[in-house]
């Protein structure tokens, strides 16, 4: 990691959720969160962008990190995020410089592109992005710090806003090893949100006749309304929605219990136990081998959500220590230190690839090259490859990542070509194919085609 230190600046972590965002500091020998730019309590800030001159309800664009990488504008909307972020690590009591370099998270299911299309945010935004993990693991950082001791493995379950992430990892002697992750990344507390709104939606209509779905700008604050239900319903039983002239000058006024919540989203919450399956599949390791149990993000704390997973794991007790909301973001700008305080020379974080990287093979197959799950760094991975030849290009290898057995239903990465294509027969080629990961999942991917002595 390339060195910070005050003369550089201050570094900071941004944990970028789907609903609301996070930033810390590191400073004086630790990692501290930035409260907003009113100096109030809030530590966290919902995560929007607003556009100018676009009229109603629409002009805004919520859950931002969800669209990076779907679009420039989107990406656009999300540097300005970052952007605003920076520029409230930069005003709440640091005096060390501007913010120049910054450790971001990211869900565990993030694919090299929306990787790389955050970091794109991020250069919008003038940042210098020292690395970009995800969320689980940059979790496990801050309880590397405080909490190692002995060899343990460790489960990190993370439920955020439009995400769940799941990451097993090992950890001992301040060494972290990411074992396996798995995730949704289409499943999260605006899921349970999305179910009250149907069901107020309801009410309404059957109490007024009216369709209040039709009303861009009141469902704006019905949903407003239910998330903070959704927060009551954590410390108590039930929750009260108030909203005036609501729709066509209608009031609503009406109430939900915990029960309620819990019968309208029960199979979402079940849902969220299936990436904890499949981490513990990826692991190769069973349930009784896991010795603690971590929640992270706003929607762990759930009352059901958590009771289900202690269910899961044989009741074993659930570590809350960890602000669910901050632990992301302080082990982000642990992270981004690294570089500058000898007391955590001795940290480090052992990343494993999230998905499989493979070569698109003769007939469209995915020829898989370094598996989903393999620990970072991969020094090389060489298979030989047969390769149909492109008679423009020569031998074009392809690289993808993802887990589907067809190569075009991945995700393309890029293309590697050697040259003399005039001179290949019709038959197919062969193609050593040597790829190689480091930290941070940087790659280096090569092509040597057989017989030729070509590489590209």
């Known amino acids: ?71 420039e504008a989107a990406r656009r909307g999300g540097g300005r995020v970052h952007a605003a972020l920076k520029d409230e690590g930069r005003g709440r009591g640091l005096h060390r410089g501007p913010v120049k370099n910054a450790v971001v998270t990211v869900p565990a299911s993030f694919d090299v592109l929306q990787r790389r299309a955050t970091k794109h945010a991020c250069a919008v935004a003038g940042l210098d992005v020292l690395g970009v993990i995800h969320g689980p693991a940059a979790a496990a950082v801050a ?53 009250m709104v149907e069901h107020f939606v309801a009410q309404f209509k059957a109490a007024h006749k009216k369709d209040v779905g039709r009303n861009a700008r009141a469902m704006v604050r019905l949903r407003a309304a239910c998330e903070q239900a959704k927060r009551t319903l954590s410390s108590a039983s039930w929750a009260a929605i108030e909203l005036e002239r609501l729709h066509d000058g209608a009031d609503f006024y009406s109430t939900i219990t915990r029960d309620q919540f819990d019968e309208l989203n029960l199979d979402l919450f079940c849902k969220c136990l299936d990436p904890i399956k499949k981490c513990l599949t990826g692991a190769k390791m069973d349930r009784s081998s896991v010795d603690d149990v971590v929640l992270v993000g706003g929607s762990t704390r759930i009352p059901r959500v958590r009771r289900l997973i202690q269910d899961l794991f044989d009741g074993k007790e659930l570590r809350k220590d960890i602000s669910p909301d901050e632990a992301a973001a302080c082990g982000a700008a642990t992270m981004a230190s690294l570089g500058s305080d000898d007391s955590l020379v001795d940290l480090f974080l052992f990343d494993a690839t999230p998905h499989s990287l493979g070569v698109a093979a003769a007939g469209g197959a995915m020829a898989v090259m370094i598996p989903k799950n393999t620990p970072i760094p991969v020094m090389a991975r060489e298979n030989t490859i047969s390769i149909q030849p492109n008679h423009k290009k020569g031998i074009v290898i392809s690289i993808f990542e993802g887990e589907r057995p067809q190569a075009s239903e991945n995700t393309l990465l890029c293309e590697i070509e050697t040259s003399g294509g005039s001179q290949q027969s019709k038959a197919r080629s062969e193609a050593l194919c040597v790829c190689v990961l480091q930290h941070r999942c940087r790659r280096r991917l090569d092509g040597l085609c057989e017989g030729q002595g070509e590489r590209a």
């Open 1 to 71: 990691m390339a060195e910070t230190g005050d003369q550089h600046g201050p570094v900071i972590g941004i944990d970028l959720g789907t609903a609301c965002s996070c930033v810390a500091v590191w400073q004086n020998g630790r990692a501290e969160i930035v409260t907003n730019e009113h100096g109030g309590p809030r530590r966290r800030r919902p995560e929007a962008v607003a556009v100018q001159g676009c009229p109603g309800p629409w002009r805004q664009a919520d859950g931002c990190r969800e669209l990076q990488g779907q679009a």
């Open 143 to 195: 309880f590397g710090i405080h909490e190692i001791a002995g060899d343990k493995n460790v489960l990190f379950f993370d439920l955020g806003g439009g995400h769940t992430s799941v990451s097993l990892l090992a950890v001992a002697s301040g060494k972290i090893a990411v074992r396996a992750t798995a995730g949704d990344p289409h499943l999260g507390g605006e899921d349970f949100n999305g179910r």
